[in-house]
């Protein structure tokens, strides 16, 4: 008998926990990889397994910090100072979905991750979901500038090595700046000390974080321009003026 009461007393308690645990479910989107420049939408939704669920708070946070929010009333709040990437807010059905025009390096990274909190009449639940973003160089030109080699990458991330080639040799002793961005985004600058060549300069960004390369640009002798031809229509003018001069002179002489 004391065995029997011993097996419902457990039934029963694991009947209530299991109750409890599905009276309120929360789903978030899985951490995502986003390309550079791409859209991202984190989705926070709730759900119960029972009637009745009454939503009195959803809030997308990070850092503690409340990004946006819906009320019982379902009225968005949204709190943009407190990140560098402009977003806004959508709500639908128990569902609230922060959506990022793009993504910057300062908002990204499993140390900063997007928090979802919910308070309703079935309980309390809080996830979070983490956003990173892929390698990647917006730009890159390369110019010969005061007679050397000279290239620049902007919207990098992340940090990467500038690698030079001339042919199939790999050149050092360049000199090489970066500059932080607005939103975190990284600006590369590297030149060479070295006079032009007719075989061209290869300049490339390197990632130490996949051992790949993410860019690159060539850097060509820029061709010489013949001065006393100018452009393509005066280069025909001393021959047509020749010819001009020749006819007047056989008329003179008739």
């Known amino acids: 008998m004391g065995f029997s009461a011993l097996h419902l007393l457990l039934w029963l308690l694991a009947t209530v926990t ?9 789903r978030v989107t899985p951490k995502i990889v986003a390309a550079c420049g791409q859209q991202v939408k984190l989705d926070c939704e709730v759900t119960s397994s029972q009637h009745g669920l009454s939503i009195k708070h959803i809030e997308w946070y990070q850092n503690n910090t409340s990004l946006c929010r819906i009320n019982s009333e379902e009225v968005i709040t949204t709190y943009h100072r407190h990140t560098v990437s402009d977003f806004h807010c959508e709500y639908q059905r128990g569902k609230l979905s922060i959506i990022f025009k793009e993504m ?24 979070s979901t983490t956003v990173d973003l892929q390698e990647c160089c917006g730009h890159v030109e390369g110019v010969m500038k005061d007679g050397r080699p ?12 500038v690698h030079w080639f001339h042919g199939s040799h790999r050149l050092h002793g360049h000199h ?13 600058n590297s030149y060479l000390e070295r006079k032009t060549s007719e075989v061209p300069y290869n300049c490339s960004l390197w990632s130490p974080k996949t051992g790949t390369y993410i860019a690159s640009t060539l850097i060509k002798k820029r061709p010489k321009t013949n001065p006393l031809l100018g452009n393509g229509a005066g280069s025909y003018e001393p021959a047509w ?3 001009f001069v020749a006819v007047l002179l056989v008329v003179s002489l008739k």
């Open 150 to 161: 000279d290239c620049t990458f902007t919207r990098v991330y992340p940090d990467g090595e």
């Open 176 to 188: 090489t700046g970066k500059r932080v961005e607005d939103g975190g985004w990284l600006t590369i």
């Open 104 to 127: 910057k390096p300062m908002d990204s990274g499993d140390s900063k991750p997007f928090g979802c909190n919910i308070r309703s009449n079935k309980g309390v639940k809080d996830k």
């Open 18 to 26: 299991l109750t409890t645990q599905e009276l309120l479910t929360i």
């Open 241 to 243: 003026t020749f010819g």
